[in-house]
C-alpha cells in the first residue's frame, strides 16, 4: 500500500491542532484554584453534616428503645384483657 506524502504544510497543521489542544499553566492554575476552593466547600458541607449526624443517631436510638419498651408493655396489657395475639 502506497504511503501519503506528508508535505511541510500538513506537517505544520497538525503541529498547530496540537498546540491548540494544549492548556496553558494560567488555565491549570485556575483549574486548580478552582477544584481546591471545591473542595473547601465539600469539606465544610461535611462536617456540617457529621456534626448534625452526632445527636440524631442518638435521638433514633433512644426512639427504638422506646418503640421497642412501648411494644412491650402494649403486649403485656393485651395479654392481661384477653387481647392477646
Not at 492548556?23 to 465539600?42: C, G, I, P, Y
Not at 456540617?48 to 452526632?54: I, P
Amino acid at each position: 500500500m502506497a504511503r501519503k506524502q506528508i508535505t511541510i504544510e500538513d506537517l505544520a497543521l497538525m503541529v498547530q491542532k496540537g498546540f491548540a489542544q494544549t492548556v496553558t499553566k494560567a488555565e491549570l492554575q485556575d483549574l486548580r484554584k478552582d477544584m481546591l476552593e471545591h473542595f473547601s466547600l465539600l469539606e465544610d458541607d461535611i462536617r456540617d453534616l457529621k456534626t448534625v449526624a452526632g445527636p440524631l443517631v442518638r435521638i433514633v436510638a433512644a426512639l427504638e428503645n422506646d418503640v421497642r419498651s412501648l411494644n412491650i408493655r402494649m403486649n403485656r396489657l393485651e395479654r392481661k384483657v384477653g387481647l392477646a395475639k
